[in-house]
């Protein structure tokens, strides 16, 4: 059973950062493209950012510049690095992971591993 577990979340200031931790067990995650997303208050959850097994990386237009994603294949984690948090920043963040990138919209979606989201919230 594949399990993804986020930590890291809390209370920031505008312009502060926060980084953001997946532990994943029962798969090895180096076989895995790996994903971020977000869902903001009565909002639909939504791409941040997208790790590939191959080691290339997406971004959203809103994480560009400022979001950082990355993993450790020996500990079978993959971070959320966010600097210049902003107030529109704020929302549970959800870890994900996929064998096959599924994309809607042009954006990475359908992700076949979830875990159950770490709260970001950002106080202007």
């Known amino acids: 059973q594949v399990q993804l577990v986020e930590s890291g979340g809390g209370l920031v200031q505008a312009g502060g950062s926060l980084r953001l931790s997946c532990a994943v067990s029962?798969?090895?995650?180096?076989?895995?493209?790996m994903g971020w997303f977000r869902q903001a208050p009565g909002k639909e959850r939504e791409f941040v950012a997208l790790?590939?097994?191959?080691?290339?990386?997406e971004y959203a237009d809103s994480a560009k510049g400022r979001f950082t994603i990355s993993r450790d294949n020996a500990l079978n984690t993959v971070y959320l690095q966010m600097n210049n948090l902003k107030p529109e920043d704020t929302g549970v963040y959800y870890c994900?992971?996929?064998?096959?990138?599924?994309?809607?919209?042009?954006?990475?979606?359908?992700?076949?591993?979830w875990g159950k989201g770490t709260l970001v919230t950002v106080s202007s």
């Open positions: 994900a992971g996929t064998s096959i990138i599924r994309y809607k919209n042009g954006r990475p979606s359908d992700m076949d591993y």
């Open positions: 790790s590939r097994n191959t080691g290339n990386t």
């Open positions: 029962g798969r090895n995650v180096r076989l895995l493209h």
